[in-house]
């Protein structure tokens, strides 16, 4: 009788899941230390909560992703390099409170009328989110900023500069909260 043979797919799938990448958690939700988009490999350089009200009332978790960790927020917004911002929400966030709250940013760190205008065009994508559902903001240099709404693609606004108008809204003068800020930085 031969001996059983375990195939070479299932060893390479137990020797992969004991090397796989680690993953970091914040108030209830996990994200991985490391992503791939376009071709290149992207570090978590941290995470931040988003409290909402004066009672402080998490509204999701975000993520920010870029080539090489840093605590630098002015480089973090302008480098010209992939990166990607992920919001997973821990409650249900209706569509216009998201809206609004984009909105409010752009004009308290007055990006200028033709950032708004853009803005309202990724206003335009946006949907209510329930617990567990995330949005992506990629930016691929060249191409601009693209969107997803649940893993589904909802467009691109192209542009370096109105990638760097939208990840100041987290890390910029007035994030919308410091915890938040602190927390994208690896603080």
Request: hydrophobic share 45%; net charge neutral; glycine share 10%.
């Amino acid at each position: 009788m031969r001996p059983a043979r375990i195939p070479i797919v299932v060893v390479a799938a137990a020797i992969a899941s004991g090397t796989s990448a680690q993953a970091a958690e914040r108030d209830g939700v996990t994200m991985p230390d490391r992503i791939e988009v376009a071709g290149r490999t992207l570090k978590l350089n941290g995470l931040g909560t988003r409290e909402v009200t004066i009672f402080g009332i998490d509204a999701y978790v975000v993520g920010l992703y870029v080539p090489t960790p840093s605590d630098d927020p002015h480089l973090l917004i302008f480098a010209d390099v992939p990166k990607r911002l992920v919001l997973q929400f821990v409650r249900e966030v209706d569509a216009d409170d998201l809206t609004e709250t984009f909105q409010d940013a752009f004009e308290d760190n007055d990006f200028g009328p033709s950032a708004l205008a853009k803005l309202a065009r990724l206003n335009g994508w946006m949907s209510s989110m329930k617990p567990q559902e995330r949005l992506a903001f990629t930016y691929l240099p060249g191409r601009g900023l693209v969107i997803e709404v649940n893993g589904v693609n909802r467009g691109t606004i192209e542009g370096r500069a109105f990638h760097s108008a939208f990840f100041a809204i987290w890390l910029g003068k007035h994030p919308p909260n410091d915890g938040l800020k602190r927390g994208l930085l690896g603080r």
